[in-house]
């Protein structure tokens, strides 16, 4: 056997540090964006009263916490990992605006999850293409 033909032999290893650190990412994003969710749900005053200067009314409260709680879980199913940062960047890309344009704060929060949401993604790009049936 030719050296080429060794090297293209041997399977495609994804780094087991790669996927720890990708994993610590996911628990650590699904506890921060799971636990925001939880509050939005139970009517925290403190997001009620951020809903109401969004002026979007009650109902989309309710309606980002569901996101934020599937999203959370989803970061913690094997399969859904990839999917669930991909939809919770889309959440966060929103947030992130709302929170400089509307509310008028500075988006840190959101732009560290962001990034956090962005690695998770790009690390789990084949889990995304595998759930999407792309090769």
Do not use: D, H
């Not at 032999?9 to 699904?30: D, E, F, H, S, Y």
């Not at 925001?36 to 951020?50: Q, R, S």
């Not at 399969?79 to 704060?105: E, Q, S, Y």
């Not at 959101?110 to 999407?132: D, N, Q, T, Y």
């Amino acid at each position: 056997m030719s050296t080429t033909e060794s090297i293209t032999a041997t399977p495609k290893k994804t780094g087991r540090g790669k996927n720890i650190a990708l994993w610590v990412a996911q628990v650590l994003l699904a506890y921060q964006i799971g636990l925001g969710g939880v509050l939005k749900l139970i009517g925290e005053p403190t997001m009620v009263g951020m809903f109401e200067a969004i002026g979007a009314g009650q109902w989309f409260r309710y309606v980002v916490a569901v996101i934020e709680i599937a999203g959370a879980i989803g970061l913690l199913i094997p399969r859904l990992t990839g999917v669930a940062a991909l939809g919770l960047v889309g959440l966060l890309v929103c947030a992130a605006g709302t929170n400089a344009f509307v509310l008028g704060g500075p988006p840190i929060i959101e732009a560290v999850l962001l990034v956090v949401a962005g690695l998770v993604v790009w690390g789990r790009w084949s889990r995304v293409k595998a759930f999407f049936g792309a090769k």
